[in-house]
């Protein structure tokens, strides 16, 4: 063995030892995105601020289009004219998106003061529904608008694409707002009574009109408690059912506070429409059945006549005729017929 180059190799192995362990004690970790940190393909730091005027801006609801764009709702000061509804559109890279408004933002006046869009939907289709409450000098009343993918209001919606509806006599506020798959438009908040304030809940057609189905005249009010009652949000079962949540105040603090309504073009209509219609199957598939056996005892006689004609062509096939008078006989092919009898072809 060469004493030499084993220390040489020894000496090269240390060395190798000692920058395989300051290499991971000084080497920088190399950046890697965990889970809750911010998106920084969002606005290049996953964060972002816009002005819609030159005062007081608000973000109430948000909302995400299926191609990924944001859809963001809420108000904006408009200096000596209170406030607007405010709809703010963005890609999904946070840019303004300027095929909405041509700038990516808007304002709507509902009335000639304060307006607040509180929530936001969007339909199937793609046009946008907000939600909120308009000020027209003396109260408060739900306010609705409806805009097409562009951002421009949707005159097929209440002839101009924005409505206002009365509650009571005085403050009413829409706070949260749901669409059924039928596309009625339910629209959750809360309304004055007088001397408190109870949730309140209007549904709507698609057109923007009233839905008289719902409580006779479209809206209904609802005490959870003896005193002041906020709904704050709501949400649609798969049955139907409308599902609303706020609080409540029981003279000391507040409580949660939950009601849950029936449909009724979504329960016991929808129930009736499918009891009709599996009776209507039904009677389809019992008329199907005996059309089948009327067909069929039509042709059972059919059947016995080619039978019998059936037989008599394997006779014609597999054996000689053989007739004496009005006698006829059956030979096996090929053999003579009985004495007297003669041939027959």
């Excluded at 859809?71 to 209170?82: C, F, K, Q, R």
């Excluded at 000639?112 to 000098?137: E, F």
Aim: charged share 20%.
């Amino acid at each position: 063995m060469d004493l030499r180059n084993f220390k040489i190799k020894k000496k090269n192995s240390l060395w190798l030892s000692i920058f395989i362990i300051a290499s991971s004690l000084f080497s920088i970790p190399s950046a890697s995105a965990a889970v809750g940190d911010l998106d920084t393909s969002f606005d290049t730091d996953g964060k972002l601020t816009t002005a819609i005027g030159a005062s007081y801006d608000v973000g109430r609801s948000v909302a995400l289009q299926s191609d990924g764009k944001i859809v963001v709702a809420g108000y904006s000061e408009i200096p000596g004219n209170g406030n607007d509804f405010a709809i703010v559109r963005y890609n999904t890279d946070g840019s303004l998106d300027t095929s909405f408004d041509t700038d990516g933002k808007l304002t709507t006046a509902i009335g000639a003061s304060d307006d607040y869009a509180n929530s936001i939907a969007l339909q199937s289709d793609g046009k946008i529904v907000v939600a909120g409450d308009t000020y027209n000098g003396g109260n408060y009343h739900f306010a609705v608008v409806r805009y097409n993918t562009d951002g421009s209001l949707d005159t097929s919606f209440d002839t101009d694409g924005k409505l206002t509806t009365a509650i009571g006599a005085s403050y009413d506020s829409g706070q949260s707002v749901a669409l059924q798959s039928n596309g009625k438009i339910v629209v959750a908040g809360y309304t004055y009574n007088g001397s408190n304030y109870d949730f309140a809940v209007v549904r709507y057609n698609a057109n923007g009109s009233l839905d008289t189905s719902f409580d006779t005249d479209g809206k209904l009010t609802t005490a959870i408690g003896a005193s002041d009652d906020i709904s704050q949000s709501i949400a649609l079962q798969s049955d139907g059912k409308i599902v609303v949540a706020g609080y409540t105040y029981n003279g000391s603090n507040h409580d949660f506070a939950l009601a849950r309504y029936i449909a009724s073009d979504s329960t016991a209509a929808a129930a009736e429409a499918a009891r009709v219609a599996a009776a209507n199957a039904e009677a389809a598939r019992k008329a199907k059945e005996q059309k089948e056996l009327t067909e069929i005892l039509a042709i059972i006689p059919k059947i016995g006549e080619l039978t019998l004609g059936l037989g008599e062509t394997t006779k014609s096939l597999y054996s000689t005729k053989c007739v004496k008078g009005k006698t006829t006989k059956y030979v096996k092919y090929g053999a003579k017929c009985p004495k007297g009898y003669v041939k027959k072809k």
